[in-house]
């Protein structure tokens, strides 16, 4: 069975602009998380998706956004860059909401200069 | 490969010796935890999770303890194999709220 993918690995945007980060699950799970994680502040909760219904948000400003989609596939969003959303970014999947067992993703490496 | 902490506390232990890495946590609510194992330029990844009505579990070379007394999670590693070089990771979760993770504890393996 295939790991969750996350695309692209790598991009390079300017402050200012904004980006979208794609994430497939594994297949069969229908719960998709986000996390940012840097080092000053380590991995931080963005948002849990089920059922293409948000179910749990972190505590990140509305320039951070994601939808779900009915094959479960996820996106992530950020609008008006910061020096400071240089992050890796990670997604993972669970078969349910609740976030209990969760597979990762190898993280998408977002730089902004 | 990916930089997960610049300045975390780490962990160093000699090859074929046993890894202690501990975590306290924050809420007493929290009923669910879990480690976690990030190699360089790879996503975490899941080793053992144990839930608050247990005190102790263990898994293949690997045993999680619980202390809820004293809000604290320890994380043995058998034989520590250099493959076993890594940030290691532990979350919380308190019913169905968000995971919560610590800063990790970066664990160096000496040949």
């Known amino acids: 069975k295939a790991g969750v993918t996350q695309t692209p690995r790598y991009l390079i945007k300017t402050r200012g602009q904004q980006v979208t980060l794609s994430c497939s699950p594994i297949?069969?799970?229908?719960?998709v998380s986000w996390y940012q994680q840097t080092p000053g502040q380590g991995l931080q909760f963005l948002f849990e998706?089920?059922?293409?219904?948000?179910?749990n948000k972190g505590n990140f400003p509305g320039r951070f956004s994601g939808r779900q989609f009915s094959n479960s596939r996820s996106e992530m969003n950020v609008s008006t860059l910061e020096l400071g959303d240089s992050a890796l970014y990670l997604c993972?999947?669970?078969?349910?909401?609740?976030?209990?067992?969760?597979?990762f993703g190898p993280g998408t490496r977002l730089t902004v200069t | 490969g990916e930089s997960v902490g610049l300045h975390l506390p780490t962990l160093s232990v000699q090859e074929g010796d046993n890894s202690i890495i501990n975590c306290a946590y924050s809420?007493?609510?929290?009923?669910?935890f879990i480690w976690y194992k990030q190699e360089s330029g790879k996503g975490p990844q899941f080793i053992i999770d144990?839930?608050?009505?247990?005190d102790k579990r263990q898994g293949q070379r690997v045993t999680v303890l619980l202390n809820k007394t004293v809000k604290h999670l320890s994380l043995q590693i058998a034989a520590t194999q250099p493959g076993d070089s890594a940030v290691y990771f532990c979350?919380?979760?308190?019913?169905?709220?968000?995971?919560?993770f610590g800063q990790g504890t970066r664990l160096t393996i000496n040949p």
């Open positions: 809420n007493s609510a929290s009923d669910y």
């Open positions: 979350a919380e979760r308190s019913g169905a709220q968000k995971l919560v």
């Open positions: 144990i839930r608050s009505n247990m």
């Open positions: 993972a999947s669970s078969l349910t909401a609740g976030v209990n067992e969760q597979y």
């Open positions: 998706y089920f059922s293409e219904t948000q179910r």
């Open positions: 297949s069969g799970h229908r719960s």
